[in-house]
Every structure is written in C-alpha cells, then in structure tokens.
C-alpha cells in the first residue's frame, strides 16, 4: 500500500525527481516544493504521513526548527531528513528535533523507499554505516576540531572576551566601566558587538549560551591569561 508522502528541499529538481520516482512506485505524493518560511506550515496543512525535508547543512544551528514545528503540531507526520552525509552532531540534531530517521541525498530510491516504510511503522530510519561513523566520532570527542565554544571564543577580540565574563558575573554597564577603565557609552558598544556575534537578544541570553557551550570556561582563562 502507497504512503501518503511531502518531499520538500532546496533544490526543486531533485525534489521533483524523487517525487516523480516515489509516484511510479505507487506512493500518493502530496507536494514537491523548494523549502521557504512556509515549508513548516505546509506539512502541518496537508498532513502527510511521512515528510522528506531536505537540508544542505545538517548541523548549522536552527536548521531542524520546522521539525520541531511539524512534530508539535503534527506529531504523527513521521519526517526523513535528506541530506549530505552527515556529522555526528547532525544526526543527533535531527533525532533531537524529531526527526523518525535520515537519508542521504545519494541514496538509492531503493533506500529511500526502505526509510520511509519504516518510518511510517514508528521505527529510526538510518543507515547502518552512518549510525556506526557517528558511533565512532562520538566515542572520540578529543578528534573533534568543531568544538562550538571555541568557534564562539574565536570570533571575540580580547576586550570582548572580559566584557562577555563580566556580562555572565551579572555586572551592569556601570561596573563593567568602571571595572575596565572606560567609559559607560564605550562598554555599552562592547556589549551590544558581544550580543552580536554570539547571535543573541539579550545579556542573559549571551551568559547562558557561554555557559552551555562552555565559552564561559574558556572565556574566564582567556581573560586571566591576558
């Protein structure tokens, strides 16, 4: 029996295609659309049984967010992600955000058919070999070079790096002044370029990211150290 199915990724040829693929072998596809702001809201209204969604970066921040979405509102929608081969913290990504399994964007239509099967019975779907590269990337963490706290820290200069301590020690624009020697307008302008970098709304927000991805650690060294 034919599952009722959405492919949606970046480039609208290979959804398409891959649509055009799933049709002859008898499955009822929905839409083959480029992803957008709506693509989330698309699912969510037509309900499919199974969603691919394809993405060209698995591990950038924020880029399973319609997962999560879908899942919330249409937690029955079993999505695939379709993407390059993946690193370890990219499939974690996708099963943390939801995701029933991954597939790679050079898998056989074979493949694919064999994913979202199992994903419409409630089961992962991923393959073996990716399962066991992620295994042994994640037992070895010291062989890992895209530490996240460390590529925050690098995009700091010295003097942002004490204003980030002083943020996540809860002083005020004041005291980080006075602390440092400038003026008031001075610190403020550290802090707002802080805010920036780090990709944050708020002070708050700044020393709880420093604290999860252990920026704070590094950051307190950086600043003892200089």
Same mark, same amino acid.
């Given at each position: 029996?034919?599952?009722?199915?959405?492919?949606?990724?970046?480039?609208?040829?290979?959804?398409?295609?891959?649509?055009?693929? $799933?049709?002859?072998?008898?499955?009822?596809?929905?839409?083959?659309?480029?992803?957008?702001?709506?693509?989330?809201?698309?699912?969510?209204?037509?309900?499919?049984?199974?969603?691919?969604?394809?993405?060209?970066?698995?591990?950038?921040?924020?880029?399973?967010?319609?997962?999560?979405?879908?899942?919330?509102?249409?937690?029955?929608?079993?999505?695939?992600? $379709?993407?390059?081969?993946?690193?370890?913290?990219?499939?974690?990504?996708?099963?943390?955000?939801?995701?029933?399994?991954?597939?790679?964007?050079?898998?056989?239509?074979?493949?694919?058919?064999?994913?979202?099967?199992?994903?419409?019975?409630?089961?992962?779907?991923?393959?073996?070999?990716?399962?066991?590269?992620?295994?042994?990337?994640?037992?070895?963490?010291?062989?890992?070079?895209?530490?996240?706290?460390?590529?925050?820290? &690098?995009?700091?200069?010295?003097?942002?790096?004490?204003?980030?301590?002083?943020?996540?020690?809860?002083?005020?624009?004041?005291?980080?002044?006075?602390?440092?020697?400038?003026?008031?307008?001075?610190?403020?302008?550290?802090?707002?370029?802080?805010?920036?970098?780090?990709?944050?709304? &708020?002070?708050?927000?700044?020393?709880?990211?420093?604290?999860?991805?252990?920026?704070?650690?590094?950051?307190?060294?950086? &600043?003892?150290?200089?």
């Amino acid at each position: 029996m034919g599952v009722r199915l959405m492919v949606v990724d970046d480039h609208r040829l290979l959804a398409e295609a891959l649509a055009s693929a $799933l049709k002859l072998r008898g499955h009822r596809v929905l839409a083959a659309a480029a992803p957008a702001a709506g693509a989330a809201e698309l699912v969510i209204t037509r309900a499919p049984e199974v969603c691919l969604l394809g993405t060209a970066a698995p591990a950038e921040p924020g880029i399973f967010d319609p997962v999560v979405r879908i899942k919330r509102e249409r937690p029955q929608v079993a999505v695939l992600v $379709l993407g390059p081969v993946p690193s370890p913290r990219g499939i974690a990504a996708a099963f943390a955000a939801g995701a029933s399994g991954y597939v790679r964007h050079d898998e056989r239509i074979e493949g694919v058919e064999r994913a979202i099967m199992k994903a419409r019975a409630g089961e992962a779907a991923v393959a073996p070999q990716l399962l066991q590269g992620a295994f042994s990337e994640l037992l070895n963490p010291a062989a890992q070079p895209d530490d996240e706290g460390q590529r925050l820290l &690098s995009m700091l200069t010295p003097r942002e790096v004490e204003v980030l301590v002083r943020v996540a020690d809860g002083e005020d624009t004041r005291m980080i002044a006075a602390g440092m020697g400038i003026a008031p307008s001075t610190a403020r302008t550290h802090v707002q370029r802080v805010l920036m970098k780090l990709g944050v709304g &708020s002070r708050l927000e700044a020393a709880a990211l420093a604290a999860r991805t252990g920026l704070l650690d590094r950051a307190g060294s950086v &600043s003892r150290e200089s």
